[in-house]
């Protein structure tokens, strides 16, 4: 079946670094993304969301990047900050019917190191 | 406060037994989803709610998994003879009509002895 992968399960940075965390889509009628931060539990909290018909939206200190040619969604976090440290997914949406129901990836777990 | 309230946070139940989860949002949108969650893995879907009427089941929600929305606000999710391969994260959320980036609860942690 379609579904969201990540490349990265770890990511450990340093605090003030930017970070970088990937996702590969395979479905190509999803027309909305999403990215949530998981602290331990917690449920996913929204960070930050962008549609098909964008390839960036900035959000305070994060930045979502599509390229729907490779199907490939980014999240960038500038100056990581030690509470940033949490699980990282990414989701999509493909509408029509299925509006509203989210597809999630793994999952990236971003490690900052004050 | 994230706009949804599950309760309880936490359940241990022995193999076989009925549990019950219960799902608050906070300010009433005409959609509800219920999401499970395995460790190391992200939510995956198992119905949702427009009002009072479900709408789509996953196939993970077998027979034994039931979810009701009596007055279109609240929600409950049962699972009937519970089963060690159930134990999971239950995660409810909520969104208007339009919105998209719907806010999940804390979740119900469900362990299955």
């Known amino acids: 079946g379609e579904s969201v992968g990540l490349h990265l399960p770890t990511l450990s940075v340093q605090e003030g670094d930017n970070s970088i965390i990937n996702c590969a889509y395979s479905?190509?009628?999803?027309?909305?993304f999403i990215w949530y931060k998981q602290e331990s539990g917690k449920g996913p909290q929204f960070i930050i969301d962008?549609?098909?018909?964008?390839d960036k939206r900035q959000g305070q200190r994060v930045t979502v990047l599509l390229n729907k040619t490779v199907k490939h969604l980014s999240l960038q976090i500038a100056a990581t900050q030690p509470g940033d440290s949490a699980v990282y997914f990414c989701?999509?949406?493909?509408?029509?019917?299925?509006?509203?129901?989210?597809?999630f990836g793994q999952g990236t777990i971003l490690t900052v190191h004050p | 406060d994230t706009g949804v309230s599950q309760d309880p946070r936490h359940k241990i139940t022995k193999r076989g037994q009925n549990v019950t989860f219960r799902c608050d949002p906070i300010?009433?949108?005409?959609?509800l989803y219920w999401y499970r969650q395995t460790l190391g893995q992200g939510p995956e879907f198992l119905t949702y709610?427009?009002?009072?009427?479900?709408?789509?089941k996953s196939r993970l929600l077998s027979d034994r998994f039931s979810a009701e929305r009596p007055k279109g606000s609240f929600s409950t999710l049962e699972i009937q003879r519970t089963e060690q391969g159930d134990s999971a994260m239950y995660l409810c959320?909520?969104?208007?009509?339009?919105?998209?980036?719907?806010?999940f609860g804390s979740g119900t942690r469900l362990t299955v002895v």
């Open positions: 709610f427009q009002n009072e009427a479900q709408l789509e």
């Open positions: 962008i549609r098909s018909n964008m």
């Open positions: 300010s009433e949108h005409n959609r």
């Open positions: 959320a909520n969104g208007g009509g339009g919105d998209y980036g719907y806010t």
């Open positions: 989701a999509e949406n493909a509408g029509g019917t299925s509006y509203g129901k989210l597809t």
């Open positions: 479905n190509s009628a999803s027309d909305y």
